[in-house]
Antibody, heavy 122, light 108 residues
Framework: EVQLVESGGGLVQPGGSLRLSCAAS????????MSWVRQAPGKGLEWVSI???????YYADSVKGRFTISRDNSKNTLYLQMNSLRAEDTAVYYC????????????????WGQGTLVTVSS | EIVLTQSPGTLSLSPGERATLSCRAS???????LAWYQQKPGQAPRLLIY???SRATGIPDRFSGSGSGTDFTLTISRLEPEDFAVYYC?????????FGQGTKLEIK
């Protein structure tokens, strides 16, 4: 059974840092595309970042240069390092497996974790 | 960036009725790479439909998707009490992958 369990959320001051983790089971993180998607309180879904099986990484413009996605193959775990946090980064952060339907980086999200809340406030 | 606009914002229906949700794209979605998700309060989104019309594993056949180009539809043929939730569309034919703002399906 596929499971994704996020952790690491919490309250942080503007300008601060936080690292989110997503422990996967039932499949291998390193051979799949893995992504972070966030949802601000009462709002819709926003794609944040992806790491491809080959290791390439991509980011939404809103977080580029501040967030870093990575993985630890030995722990089968995905990470999101968030620096220079802003109030507008407040959201529930979901990790999700991204399924490539075409082999050309055309992916949708077939499995999701339960999310972890990040609150940026002084 | 492709902008997805979902309508209506809120849909009020009764169990047993048919629901029709719309997702319109600002430009053509290549190869009908359009997915639909269901989200209940306090829960993660769940994949319902991919490729505009293919049901994900375990999704009941009362859920169906259709459309191409810029206009897509999610239809729920006979609403069950557990179907009342927020529904999002997502295009994955171009980057960045984008979501619609959601349609809330509420009990009338």
């Amino acid at each position: 059974e596929v499971q994704l369990v996020e952790s690491g959320g919490g309250l942080v001051q503007p300008g601060g840092s936080l690292r989110l983790s997503c422990a996967a089971s039932g499949f291998t993180v390193s051979t799949n595309y893995m992504s972070w998607v966030r949802q601000a309180p009462g709002k819709g879904l926003e794609w944040v970042s992806i790491i491809y099986s080959g290791g390439s990484t991509y980011y939404a413009d809103s977080v580029k240069g501040r967030f870093t996605i990575s993985r630890d193959n030995s722990k089968n775990t995905l990470y999101l390092q968030m620096n220079s946090l802003r109030a507008e980064d407040t959201a529930v952060y979901y990790c999700a497996r991204a399924y490539d339907s075409s082999g050309y980086y055309d992916y949708y999200f077939d499995y999701w974790g339960q999310g972890t809340l990040v609150t940026v406030s002084s | 960036e492709i902008v997805l606009t979902q309508s209506p914002g809120t849909l009020s229906l009764s169990p047993g009725e048919r629901a029709t949700l719309s997702c319109r794209a600002s430009q053509s979605v290549s190869s009908s790479y359009l997915a639909w998700y269901q989200q209940k309060p306090g829960q993660a989104p769940r994949l319902l439909i991919y490729g505009a019309s293919s049901r994900a594993t375990g999704i009941p056949d009362r859920f169906s998707g259709s459309g191409s180009g810029t206009d897509f539809t999610l239809t729920i043929s006979r609403l069950e009490p557990e179907d009342f939730a927020v529904y999002y569309c997502q295009q994955y034919g171009s980057s960045p992958k984008t979501f619609g703002q959601g349609t809330k399906l509420e009990i009338k």
